[in-house]
T-cell receptor, first 114, second 115 residues
Framework: AQSVSQHNHHVILSEAASLELGCNYSYGGTVNLFWYVQYPGQHLQLLLKYFSGDPLVKGIKGFEAEFIKSKFSFNLRKPSVQWSDTAEYFCAVNAGNAGNMLTFGGGTRLMVKP | GAVVSQHPSWVICKSGTSVKIECRSLDFQATTMFWYRQFPKQSLMLMATSNEGSKATYEQGVEKDKFLINHASLTLSTLTVTSAHPEDSSFYIC???????????FGPGTRLTVL
């Protein structure tokens, strides 16, 4: 079964700092990759997704992620964070042999200090 | 965009009672819906996959007789927590996948507290 690892459990940054959140998965075949964000008290929202094509994916709110197949990684980045980016971020993977099932990473709680 | 709703958003019940949670796709048809459980400060754990008109597929360790799932139409799936106990207290989240689409859209979640 596939697994998804997010190595940073908690991240604290000051506004305008750059952000990179790591995500690694364990499946060797075709994958669909997602990053979701959960703002305090709100439901999960899709930030961006990768199905195929350009491995550098741009999402909403200035976020982007790069799929590096050789490293089984899909790291999330933002050049300059804002206080409003304070939230929990989840990486999720749909492996080619898993039907529609999403496997989530453990989540990274980001706090941005004003 | 695709919208998924859940009802109720918060429910408190006594131990031993059953609670039904509804998940609706409001502006699309969902052949597949998913039920997740999220413990405090933890990630989402998939409980079961629900396909319209057929039996749900439960993940390992999830009791199908305790967590009854019904996906009677293309816009509605229900999760019934039977004979709820305090350890069932959690945040239950559903998602819906439109036909011919790999993306899942998430509901706002239902917080269940069992006293």
């Amino acid at each position: 079964a596939q697994s998804v690892s997010q190595h940073n459990h908690h991240v604290i940054l000051s506004e305008a700092a750059s952000l990179e959140l790591g995500c690694n998965y364990s499946y060797g075949g075709t994958v669909n990759l997602f990053w979701y964000v959960q703002y305090p008290g709100q439901h999960l929202q899709l930030l961006l997704k990768y199905f195929s094509g350009d491995p550098l994916v741009k999402g909403i709110k200035g976020f982007e992620a790069e799929f590096i197949k050789s490293k089984f990684s899909f790291n999330l980045r933002k050049p300059s964070v804002q206080w409003s980016d304070t939230a929990e971020y989840f990486c999720a993977v749909n492996a080619g042999n898993a039907g529609n099932m999403l496997t989530f990473g453990g989540g990274t709680r980001l706090m941005v200090k004003p | 965009g695709a919208v998924v709703s859940q009802h109720p958003s918060w429910v408190i019940c006594k131990s031993g009672t059953s609670v039904k949670i509804e998940c609706r796709s409001l502006d699309f048809q969902a052949t597949t819906m998913f039920w997740y459980r999220q413990f405090p400060k933890q990630s989402l754990m998939l409980m079961a996959t629900s396909n319209e008109g057929s039996k749900a597929t439960y993940e390992q360790g999830v009791e199908k007789d305790k967590f009854l799932i019904n996906h009677a139409s293309l816009t509605l799936s229900t999760l019934t927590v039977t004979s709820a106990h305090p350890e069932d207290s959690s945040f239950y989240i559903c998602s819906a996948r439109p036909s011919l689409n790999n993306e899942q859209f998430f509901g706002p979640g239902t917080r269940l507290t069992v006293l």
